[in-house]
Every structure is written in structure tokens, then in C-alpha cells.
């Protein structure tokens, strides 16, 4: 995508039902066509689309994403080892929320929703088991707590 783009971080709805943005720059004024607009809030497909022919209504290019975990959580793999989750750049409550939204979105659109309800529920039983607070590769626990000879 080529061009200007709109500055709208912090302006755009968490549901379809609420309105989408103005001009940033101009509160209350549309969005100036020729504009790209940018959304990497966690959406349904239903409400990209909404969000989409709004735009294209005021001819404004749309690309819709999700930024679903901070980069420096990719560069982890030795806490893993370690047995240290920390939490601070996203916590399992925070992707119990993510893991609920994808597993809603996979019911709505009519796909299989088994996967993301396993996800969901192991998350939920890390967050049980007191890990609530730690970041997502703290799912590792169940597993390993799983794989206990006690355990089956």
C-alpha cells in the first residue's frame, strides 16, 4: 500500500457497533479520502468487514490485522527450560481474553471450533494452577504436569 496513511491508534470501536473514526486531526470531521486506515485491534471477520466497507464508503484503503503477542515473547524459549513465564509483556489473562475472542470468531463463522477450545481451556487451567500472571509459555506446566506418572 502506497500513499499517506491515517493516524489512529487508540480511535477505532471493539465492536462493529460502535461508530469508527473521524479525522484524528480533526474530531468530528470524516476521515479525508486517498488515506489508508490500519486496524491491528483484535476484530471478528464480521466487524473487518464492517469496518472495511466504511472505508471504502469514504474511499479510504482498509487493511485489517492483529498484533497478538509482543515480539520480545518470541525470544523466550530459555525461560521455557527455566520454568520462568514473566508476565510483563502480556499475562495468560491477557490470552485467555485472545483464546476466548479466536474461539467466538471460529463459532461465528461457522469453522471447527475444537482446537481453539482446547487452547482456551488449557489456558484456563494454567491460570487455575496459579500462572495467571505469567505470560503464555506458561501452558508448558500443564503439559508437563499432564505428562506426571501420577497424573494419568
Known amino acids: 500500500m502506497t500513499g499517506r496513511t491515517i493516524d489512529v491508534s487508540g480511535h477505532l470501536p ?4 460502535d461508530p469508527l473514526i473521524t479525522s484524528p486531526r480533526a474530531p ?13 485491534n483484535s476484530g471478528t471477520p464480521k466487524e473487518a468487514h464492517a469496518a472495511a466497507s466504511w472505508a471504502a464508503e469514504r ?7 492483529a498484533v497478538m503477542v509482543p515480539p520480545p515473547l518470541v ?3 530459555p525461560d521455557l527450560g527455566a520454568g520462568h513465564y514473566p508476565g510483563d509483556l502480556g499475562t495468560l489473562h491477557m ?21 481453539p477450545r482446547l487452547m482456551r481451556e488449557i ?22 504436569k ?6 494419568r
Open 75 to 77: 525470544e523466550q524459549a
Open 14 to 17: 471493539r465492536t462493529a457497533g
Open 146 to 151: 499432564a505428562a506426571e506418572p501420577d497424573a
Open 95 to 115: 490470552n485467555l481474553n485472545a483464546l476466548e475472542h479466536i474461539a467466538l470468531t471460529c463459532e461465528e463463522q461457522g469453522v471447527h471450533t475444537a482446537q
Open 123 to 144: 489456558a484456563a487451567r494454567a491460570i487455575e494452577d496459579r500462572h495467571g500472571a505469567s505470560n503464555y509459555l506458561a501452558v508448558f506446566e500443564v503439559f508437563k
Open 59 to 65: 474511499g479510504v484503503a482498509y487493511l485489517d490485522g
Open 28 to 40: 468530528g470531521r470524516p476521515a479525508p479520502a486517498g488515506r489508508a486506515l490500519v486496524n491491528l
